[in-house]
Structure formats: C-alpha cells, structure tokens
C-alpha cells in the first residue's frame, strides 16, 4: 500500500466513524448534511493527496536587502500554477503565486541587512520553479574605504556603503607576496563602519590592506597602508642544523623544500626541524627572503 492510499484509507474509517456515531441522531437521514459533510470530506482528502506529492525547493542565505524573483510555469496537470506557497523562515509569505512570474517580497519581514533567510518555495509534483536571482542571499563586496592607517601596530579602517556582511581579510607584504595575518568580520551595513586589527610588522618597512571577496570570487581591494618599524632585524642560527633553529626574536618565518613546496610555517622564537629530511632549504622570516640551511 502506498503512502498516499493509506492516507485515503486513514480518512475514509474516519468518515465511516463519524457516520456511526451520528447516526443515532438520523443525521445521515439529512440529504443536505449528507451532500455538505462528503463535499468537506473529499476536499479534505483531495487536499491531503495534494500535500503528499508537494515538492519544496529550499534557499538559504543572508538578506541583502533586494527581493527574490521566481518564474512560475504550470501545473504538470495544465491545470493552475506550479508553486502554491511560499515560506520565509517558517512564516507564509502574502506574495501573490498564482501568476506565471512573482516576487517575493521581504519588505514586510522588518529584516536586516545580514539576516539569515530560510526559504521555502512549495510547488505541485511534476513541475520546477525557477529562481532568477538566487545570488542576492550573498553578499557583495561593495564598500567604499574612508581611510587606512597603522598607529602605534595597530592597524585602524573606515568604510562606509558595505551591503552584506562579509569578513576583511587582513594582508601584509612579505617575502616578494602578499601574505594574510588575519581577518576581521565586516558589519554589512551602509553608514560608516570603523575597524582595528594588532599587527606584528616585521622591521624596517611595512605594507598592509585589507581586501574582501564576494560569491563572484572577485576580491575588492583597500589602498595600501604603509609605515616603518623601530623594531631590530632578525637573524638566525645554526645554518647547518640537526634540530633547532634558533632567531634572535619572535619572528613570522616559512621553510621550503628544495622543490619549493612549504615545509613548515608559524610564528616563534624557535623551529624544530628534526623531523625533517637532510637536504637544503630555503626559510623566510621577519623582511628577509630566501635565506637558506642545511639540515644534518
């Protein structure tokens, strides 16, 4: 017995028990009760059957502030229109379905920019909505930087016209390339927006900016920030090694293989390399680049 015969089945012992127990009170003699109670009762059951076979089509993502636009073929029946109801985070939507194109409209939900959104497009078996713009629950990487300065390593941004939260990832140039030390979550919202992030420059000249990227994997550059560190030079030792190497401070380094694959990366005062194999390699540390060691 399939799901649905057995949801008719459910509803016909129902019906029957319903007549039974009236029938000592000869409602059943009424034609007119009769014909109204088995009018109610196939729309019931015709409706019950129409569930089963709904089909949903579901979107999630974050409000953005712009609507959502659907084209709405007909029924596989000819009958009607494909969806018959729409859902926004378990709230039924008035949006008006029963046309071959709609919106839906989230000007009525008192939602934020960044809000999530659930939604739940229910449409009859045999046919599919289609969603036009499914993209605007992402965000876009629309701000417009006010200013960028570092004072006393403490890097400090401005932006206004942001139109989704997304987060800044933070960048420093280092060893020939832009490296990320960090990242910090964007507000998503249109007025002016002020961030911070504590940086450890390297000595002697720095570069950093900050950069989003969107669902259109465009990344959206700040200007370049730069200032210069009092902070001393690194060095290192041994340069023939069997386990530690050793910097005269806390420093950002990376370790490559001679095939110029990355071995090792952190930020200390002391590498252990004796897991590594014998062999040179190549370490990048403080504005340094390229400096080599034996591994012993």
Aim: charged share 25%; proline share 3%; net charge neutral.
């Amino acid at each position: 017995m399939t799901k649905i015969t057995e949801w008719c089945y459910q509803i016909i012992l129902i019906a029957c028990e319903l007549v039974e127990k009236f029938s000592t009170f000869e409602i059943y003699s009424n034609v007119y009760f009769m014909k109204k109670f088995f009018l109610t009762l196939f729309s019931i059951l015709i409706g019950s059957v129409f569930q089963l076979q709904a089909q949903v089509l579901v979107l999630e993502g974050h409000y953005q502030g712009r609507d959502i636009y659907v084209q709405n073929p007909f029924a596989s029946s000819g009958v009607g229109f494909c969806v018959y109801e729409v859902r926004v985070n378990n709230e039924v939507t008035t949006d008006e379905v029963n046309s071959s194109a709609f919106a839906i409209d989230f000007a009525m939900l008192d939602l934020k920019i960044g809000d999530p959104l659930n939604i739940e497009i229910i449409h009859k078996d045999g046919c599919d909505p289609i969603v036009i713009n499914a993209e605007v629950l992402k965000p876009i990487s629309t701000f417009d930087l006010n200013s960028i300065v570092v004072e006393s390593n403490i890097l400090k941004w401005s932006t206004t016209n942001e139109s989704g939260k997304l987060p800044f990832v933070i960048e420093q140039y280092r060893w020939n390339k832009w490296v990320k030390v960090g990242e910090v979550s964007g507000k998503g919202t249109t007025e002016e927006n002020s961030y911070q992030f504590k940086l450890v420059p390297n000595s002697g000249l720095n570069k950093v900016r900050v950069k989003q990227v969107d669902s259109t994997n465009k990344p959206r550059y700040s200007s370049v920030a730069e200032f210069n560190s009092k902070k001393y030079e690194v060095s290192y030792s041994p340069v023939k090694v069997k386990k530690d190497i050793i910097f005269s401070q806390r420093t950002m380094y990376e370790v490559y293989n001679m095939y110029g694959n990355i071995v090792m990366r952190g930020y200390d005062k002391v590498i252990d390399v004796s897991a590594l194999e014998k062999g040179k390699y190549y370490i990048n540390y403080d504005n340094k680049f390229g400096d080599t060691f034996d591994k012993k």
